[in-house]
């Protein structure tokens, strides 16, 4: 079993940046592909990035270039750093934990955190 607490939201202009990171409690998060997802009003949660237990990482097109994903398995943390933040960035962000090789459908992943808000205004 594995629990997740997101951290790092709020509010940010365009053009800003902010780092979110997702704590992870368990012995096994080294061997675990990481994810971040998000949802914003009225759509469906949608993949952002992922990284799995040998650190190779994929981010979905809207985000590349603006977006790194990374891990410390020595702290148990992933992180999302987000700069040239867009508007249409603004959402809940999630992390997310599962078993085996990357997935880019939120339904594959087992373990969810409870999402922290990001809003960027224009």
């Known amino acids: 079993q594995v629990q997740l607490v997101e951290s790092g939201g709020g509010l940010v202009q365009a053009g800003g940046s902010l780092r979110l990171s997702c704590a992870a409690s368990?012995?096994?998060?080294?061997?675990?592909?990481m994810g971040w997802f998000r949802q914003a009003p009225g759509k469906e949660r949608e993949f952002v990035a992922t990284?799995?237990?040998?650190?190779?990482?994929y981010y979905t097109d809207s985000v590349k270039g603006r977006f790194t994903i990374s891990r410390d398995n020595a702290k148990n943390t992933m992180y999302l750093q987000m700069n040239s933040l867009k508007p249409e960035d603004t959402a809940v962000y999630y992390c997310?934990?599962?078993?085996?090789?990357?997935?880019?459908?939120?339904?594959?992943?087992?373990?969810w955190g409870q999402g922290t808000q990001v809003t960027v205004s224009s």
């Open positions: 990284i799995d237990w040998n650190g190779y990482t």
């Open positions: 997310a934990g599962r078993g085996g090789n990357y997935r880019m459908t939120w339904v594959e992943y087992d373990y």
């Open positions: 368990g012995r096994s998060f080294g061997s675990y592909t």
